[in-house]
């Protein structure tokens, strides 16, 4: 028996005992990565992630479903929290206005522009853009705070004014500014928008593309379509379509 004294002792694994551990591990990961592809949208208002993305009818969110809201005396506050699904209201609409590839100016539904006086309070009551009435929206990290013209960061006084007052980004100088906009859907793979949906549509999407349309009339193959199905599943896709439209007239691409 002295030989097995040499034998280091392990803990005794059972085969596939630690499989639920993995699998937990890999769902919360997934569902992590789905959290962060998901789109922050709220009731149609998406939140921009770029300069570039800045344009037409925006809002701007102070925080949790709280808007920058315009007042008539020419100030500005925190609107009231809205619903998980509910966008801004008007008074919480403002124009945005590029004037170079940083700087912004925003409008109000009073027709007036937002400003800063020399109390580095936000103030809207210019009729025109001036040094004042310019901003710039600073991104980083997927995160943004919007600079006033003296450099300063808007935020919240406890009063409920919106000052830029701050030289530093922190916490609660953080905004989002939302579009309505309507974007172009990105997606992640390489197939052409004409390909997507049922071969029937897909049909209809390249008949559309290619047709001269002299007469105004969409013209589609009207024999049985069921082949289109089995040459997109062979590959030939694209040469089945391209066969069924060269038996019609109009094309410009067939003879």
Known sequence: MAEYSHVKSTKLVLKGLNKGKKKKNKDKKRKAADDEEKPDVVGGWWCVSGFGEITGTVAIEMHSNSYIHALDNGLFTVGAPHKD??????????????????RIALKSGYGKYFGINSDGLVVGRSDAIGAREQWEPVFENGKMALMASNSCFISYSDSGDI????????DGEMVKIRSSVDREVKHKDDIADEDRGNVKSCEVNYVKKFQSFQDRHLRVNEGDPSMLKKARTDGKFHEALLDRRSKMKADRYCK
């Not at 699904?85 to 940083?102: C, H, N, R, V, Y």
Request: no cysteine; hydrophobic share 25%.
């Open 85 to 102: 699904d509910e966008g801004p209201d008007p008074p919480e609409q403002f124009t945005a206005i590029k004037l170079s590839d940083t």
């Open 163 to 170: 000052e830029a007052k701050s030289k530093t980004a922190g």
